[in-house]
């Protein structure tokens, strides 16, 4: 007798599985004390042949060398005398209320079973994005086209990459990939082409959901699915251009102050502008603590340290741009503060590298690869409240910036939402999310 994955429960007797290994990773947690990472789990996800036929599988992290003997990814396998827990409550990479657990007595025969697919996604759509963010937080499956990919970013001691999809519906999303290598592909060959991710968490950064990859999160350029060709036709129709989705009108620095003026809760604006000055006004980089966000101090000695007040010894500290400038837009000018994301868009090299593989270590002294996003354009996104200096100075602060030769058009369209979704009741059990 073979069991169907669907029909599992937690604390059950084993009954022998025909499953397919899709995947592999490693749950992680960090030891501030020592500085390093420490492995929870060893996990795999499983797959039988039947529709919705997924479950996490665990193991002892001591066990990776006897278990990687046994199971190869894409292969096929009679497995037994495994244990069933129960799934752990928050961020599940499937909707499964059980977890097998795989010891030194587990079995595993080799089988050949054409039956079993190769993949498994669990699609999400825009309007179930939202919900998500709040417990239990089940991760997420996404696919839409790549639209723009971000150079390697330094945050704290890891290279991150941003990269930006559209959706059928024309929902613009922001994923952040944690590590370079879960994203492994060129620019070039990226954009453009549809891109799968699973396993992500969804998040908020100003009023914008994004998201973010986990320790089992994977990235796949237009995945072996049978609808692959069916979901290349609806995203050949889509507009090309960076600022799909955009949610802000392009306006003059002008119109902007006067906006903030009249209402100082609106604080998010969009415009086009033209760098002309780089102003040594204040420091052009601060270092901070990855673990609580708060200020770090150098420590001169032998071997110069950082540390943070109330986290102590800081070995890799995060390292942020904040230039001064001069933006215009025709005979429109102001001052400008640009932060570390937006620097790294216009520079396409992180503060980290800068500082630490250039050795600009000098935050009084602004090195000449600053001064090379002077004359630039690029669609800048702003704030105006930041802190007291600023206000006073009456300085706009840049968040992101795009540098485009592209024509933007004064206002967005008002005919094309933003957020368009296939029609929904609201209960996120309805919605029919693309199978594997």
């Not at 529709?51 to 396998?77: D, Q, R």
């Not at 914008?208 to 049978?226: F, H």
């Not at 600023?390 to 485009?404: D, F, G, H, I, P």
């Amino acid at each position: 007798m073979m069991q169907q994955i669907l029909d599992i429960k937690p604390n059950q007797v084993p009954i022998p599985l025909h499953i397919r290994v899709i995947k592999r990773w490693k749950t992680q947690t960090t030891d501030y004390l020592k500085s390093r990472t420490i492995d929870q789990d060893l996990c795999y996800l499983f797959v039988d042949k039947h529709v919705w036929g997924a479950i996490e599988a665990t193991a002892n992290p001591n066990k990776e060398a006897y278990l990687e003997s046994k199971l190869k990814i894409g292969s096929c396998y009679k497995v037994d005398k495994y244990f069933v827990i129960k799934s752990r409550d928050n961020m599940k990479v499937v909707p499964h209320d059980a977890t097998l657990r795989l010891g030194s007595t587990t079995t595993f025969e080799s089988i050949h079973d054409n039956s079993i697919p190769t993949y498994y996604y669990n699609f999400a759509t825009y309007d179930m994005l939202a919900s998500r963010m709040a417990n239990p937080r089940p991760l997420t499956d996404y696919i839409g086209r790549v639209e723009t990919v971000s150079p390697p970013l330094r945050k704290g001691s890891k290279n991150i990459i941003k990269v930006k999809i559209q959706d059928e519906w024309k929902n613009v999303i922001e994923i952040t990939f944690w590590t370079q290598t879960m994203f492994p592909y060129e620019k070039e060959k990226a954009i453009g082409q549809l891109l799968a991710v699973t396993a992500t968490m969804v998040t908020d950064f100003q009023q914008n959901l994004q998201l973010e990859s986990t320790d089992a999160t994977t990235a796949v350029l237009n995945p072996a699915i049978p609808d692959l060709q069916s979901y290349i036709a609806k995203f050949s129709q889509l507009e090309r251009s960076e600022t799909v989705g955009q949610k802000k009108p392009v306006l003059p620095i002008s119109e902007i102050k006067a906006k903030y003026r009249q209402d100082t809760t609106q604080n998010k604006y969009v415009c086009k502008a033209t760098v002309t000055e780089i102003t040594p006004k204040r420091k052009w980089f601060y270092v901070t603590c990855p673990k609580c966000k708060g200020k770090v101090h150098l420590q001169r000695a032998e071997i110069p340290r950082f540390a943070c007040e109330d986290d102590g010894h800081v070995p890799n500290p995060s390292f942020m741009y904040c230039v001064n400038t001069i933006i215009k837009v025709e005979s429109d000018e102001a001052k400008a503060v640009f932060f570390n994301e937006a620097m790294e868009q216009m520079l396409q090299k992180s503060c980290y590298d800068m500082v630490v593989k250039d050795g600009h270590t000098d935050p009084e002294i602004i090195p000449a690869d600053i001064y090379q996003i002077r004359g630039k354009t690029a669609v800048l996104v702003i704030s105006m409240k930041q802190d007291f200096s600023m206000k006073q100075e009456n300085s706009m602060a840049v968040n992101k910036a795009s540098l485009t030769s592209a024509i933007i058009p004064a206002t967005p369209d008002s005919k094309t939402s933003t957020k368009r979704t296939p029609a929904s009741s609201g209960n996120e059990t309805t919605e029919k999310p693309a199978k594997r």
